[in-house]
């Protein structure tokens, strides 16, 4: 499976078919004018007339291209004296072949009338795949009936963001036949997504999990994915806002909380003021990037000829630079969910979408408490504006700290420090030590920032005599050194407990120097490539000269000019890289040329 043969290949024991999902389940074969041709693999029938599969499982092998036509079997119905039959194509702007990093590989077909019986099941979407038990149905050879076997999801996966991760259990493997397999959450009725590959042991499987389907094919998933999406659409950015965004200090600290780095915290509080619009900005889109159906700066399109590109998805090759060069990437599908508390109420959330999402969240919260082999870390919650909500500050922060010691993981978004939600916060919600610890934290990143900046000086010091107009290495150090002795000073007689103001003044005070850093890192970084752009010149130049004083060529007249010429630009003093590039190059040809006349191939 995941090479485009759905057909060889034993499987091992596995669970037999439950009857109860029959009408589902399909079969698909290659077309032939006359019999039944080779098993492809497996789909999922939606609805009356739609069938989701792997782009692989159906691609004519001659072309590698969609096929004119797939032959799709209901071989699980009961009460029929031979199996049903229909003829499907693919549906306009549903092909998505795979490419760039294990993205795409999906397909929806649409039979040529409808299935003898509808199906009833949608796709679901999941907060938190990890340790979630699982069932895997496929059409292995030798196996007409179809297979089911066991398996639990580990979370994200694969070589790219888009697949989730299955451990299968027992002694089954995953073969040829279950790609394109529904995987159904063991113990209900919900499909979580299917199956699009296998290692080569067949113990360890990857599925396009339902957010990944609706992030290609929005129309499909407004009819058959249900369940909370991790953004709001209120939240949601387009992707030219997250291609043109400017890095900004609190962005690392959400990056850090979601990818669980080991100097962030289960809980964390990010302080915005009413009007920093730009951080507000940078906020929404780090947590778009961090949801698998969104990831503006991830999903990069299909091949061309491949159909209609999803809803925020680029060319590929396109993204975000300026977030990616400064490290600003989360992995798409680790955010759970977004909780935007404006205006709704906590405890009793008159608005649906909140409601059903805190639903979703507890029950799976439940579920994988009662996991033996449950995560070690909890799905990321960010809790928008927990201020604004009209929830009784103390009933809020409550029901906060059931969702934490249920093993969520918080993002804590305030806007005002004065009001009643961040003093029970302070005094219910972290720990005692927060302040203290937070103050420490600061002073490490501004040990790193006077660190950066001083490598910087060091190789301005290199670059200023050879290059024009170098950036300048920031002076932002003993500004954040000076604020850390102010905080301190704040801090100590509070042994350690910070109130919310100096919650607050801390929040802004590390989202400061990460931006800082931000900044001196980029200087650094470009006065390093001016660097070895400029080492990299003089030695390509050196080479060149080197090749000809071996046939005693240095003193020809073709190469005299060029090369003083080259050798004034990169020595005599500053100049522009591009001019000391084009110069080089110059004298390089004459070279070449000459090399040539001389007999060296």
Same mark, same amino acid.
């Given at each position: 499976?995941?090479?485009g043969?759905?057909t060889r ?5 596995? =669970?037999?078919?439950p009857?109860?999902?029959g009408?589902?389940r ?8 006359? /019999? ?5 693999g497996?789909?999922?029938?939606f609805?009356? *007339?739609?069938v ?5 499982v159906?691609?004519d ?18 009460g ?8 499907a ?15 795409g *590989?999906l ?11 509808p ?5 679901h979407?999941t ?7 699982v069932?895997i149905?496929?059409?292995p !050879?030798?196996r007409?009936?179809?297979q089911w076997?066991?398996g ?11 697949r989730v991760?299955?451990?299968?259990g ?6 040829g036949g279950?790609?394109g397999s ?6 209900g ?6 199956v699009?590959?296998?290692d080569?042991s ?17 129309r ?6 249900s ?13 030219e ?13 959400v990056t850090?909380w979601?990818?669980?780095a080991?100097?962030a915290w ?7 003021? #009413?009007?920093?619009?730009r951080a507000?900005?940078a906020?929404y ?9 969104q ?23 396109t ?7 400064a490290?600003?990437?989360p992995r ?6 977004v909780?935007?508390?404006? /205006?709704?109420?906590?405890d009793?959330?008159?608005?649906p979408?909140?409601? *059903? ?7 799976e ?7 033996p082999?449950?995560?070690a870390r ?8 927990a201020?604004r909500?009209?929830t009784?500050p103390?009933?809020?922060v ?6 934490? #010691? ?12 004065t ?24 002073? =490490?990143? =501004? *040990? ?5 900046e ?8 290199r ?5 024009v ?5 920031t ?9 850390t002795?102010?905080?301190?000073d704040?801090?100590r ?5 910070g ?5 607050e ?7 400061a ?7 001196a890192?980029?200087v650094?970084s470009?006065?390093?490539?001016m660097l070895?752009?400029?080492l990299?010149l ?7 000269l080197a090749r ?7 003193e020809h007249?073709d ?5 003083? !010429?080259a050798?004034?630009?990169l020595?005599? /003093?500053p100049?522009p890289l591009?001019?000391a590039?084009?110069?080089v ?6 070279a070449?040329?000459?090399? !040539? ?5």
């Amino acid at each position: 499976m995941g090479d485009g043969d759905g057909t060889r290949g034993a499987v091992g024991a596995g =669970v037999e078919t439950p009857r109860e999902h029959g009408s589902w389940r399909v079969r698909l074969r290659r077309w032939a004018t006359s /019999g039944s041709g080779d098993v492809l693999g497996a789909g999922v029938l939606f609805g009356g *007339d739609h069938v989701l599969t792997c782009a692989h499982v159906v691609r004519d092998p001659a072309t590698g291209l969609r096929p004119d036509r797939v032959r799709v079997e209901f071989p699980l119905l009961q009460g029929l004296t031979r199996t049903p039959q229909r003829t499907a194509t693919v549906a306009a702007g549903h092909w998505v072949p795979a490419f760039g990093k294990a993205q795409g *590989d999906l397909a929806v077909l649409v039979l040529d009338e409808p299935a003898p019986v509808p199906s009833p099941v949608t796709l679901h979407r999941t907060l938190d795949y990890r340790g979630a038990p699982v069932l895997i149905d496929g059409f292995p !050879e030798y196996r007409s009936g179809g297979q089911w076997l066991t398996g639990v999801c580990r979370g994200p996966g694969g070589e790219g963001d888009e697949r989730v991760q299955i451990d299968l259990g027992g002694a089954g493997g995953l073969r040829g036949g279950f790609s394109g397999s529904g995987v159904l959450e063991e113990g209900g009725d919900r499909l979580l997504g299917i199956v699009v590959q296998a290692d080569e042991s067949g113990e360890h499987g990857y599925m396009i999990p339902a957010a990944t389907v609706a992030k290609y094919f929005r129309r499909f998933a407004e009819r058959y994915v249900s369940g909370p999406h991790a953004v709001p659409g209120h939240r949601v950015v387009s992707p030219e806002a997250a291609r043109a965004a400017r890095p900004h200090g609190l962005q690392r600290t959400v990056t850090r909380w979601l990818e669980a780095a080991a100097d962030a915290w289960d809980t964390e509080v990010l302080f915005i003021a #009413e009007d920093d619009e730009r951080a507000r900005q940078a906020l929404y889109v780090v947590l778009n990037m961090a949801d698998r159906e969104q990831a503006p700066h991830l999903a990069a399109g299909p091949p061309p000829g491949c159909g209609p590109q999803s809803p925020g998805a680029g060319p590929p090759g396109t993204g975000t630079p300026l977030l990616s060069r400064a490290g600003i990437a989360p992995r798409a599908g680790s955010i759970a969910l977004v909780l935007d508390l404006e /205006g709704v109420a906590l405890d009793d959330p008159g608005r649906p979408e909140v409601r *059903d999402a805190l639903a979703v969240l507890r029950h799976e919260l439940r579920h994988a408490a009662r996991r033996p082999t449950g995560p070690a870390r909890g799905p990321a919650v960010a809790v928008l504006h927990a201020d604004r909500s009209p929830t009784e500050p103390a009933t809020a922060v409550r029901v906060l700290r059931e969702l934490a #010691e249920a093993g969520a993981r918080l993002l804590l978004v305030v806007r005002d420090g004065t009001h009643g939600f961040p003093y029970a916060m302070a005094e219910r919600l972290l720990p005692a030590d927060r302040a203290a610890r937070w103050l420490g934290r600061i002073g =490490v990143r =501004v *040990d790193e920032l006077a660190d950066t900046e001083r490598r910087a000086r060091s190789l301005f010091h290199r670059v200023e005599p050879h290059v024009v107009d170098p950036p300048a290495a920031t002076g932002y150090a003993a500004r954040a050194a000076l604020w850390t002795v102010q905080l301190s000073d704040e801090l100590r007689p509070l042994t350690g407990r910070g109130g919310p103001g100096l919650l607050e003044k801390l929040s802004r005070a590390e989202q400061a120097v990460d931006t800082y850093l931000l900044r001196a890192a980029a200087v650094e970084s470009e006065l390093r490539e001016m660097l070895d752009e400029h080492l990299r010149l003089r030695a390509l130049l050196r080479d060149h000269l080197a090749r000809l004083a071996r046939r005693g060529l240095t003193e020809h007249p073709d190469t005299v000019g060029p090369y003083r !010429e080259a050798q004034r630009l990169l020595m005599a /003093g500053p100049c522009p890289l591009a001019d000391a590039e084009r110069a080089v190059e110059a004298f390089a040809r004459v070279a070449r040329r000459l090399a !040539e006349t001389d007999g060296d191939a």
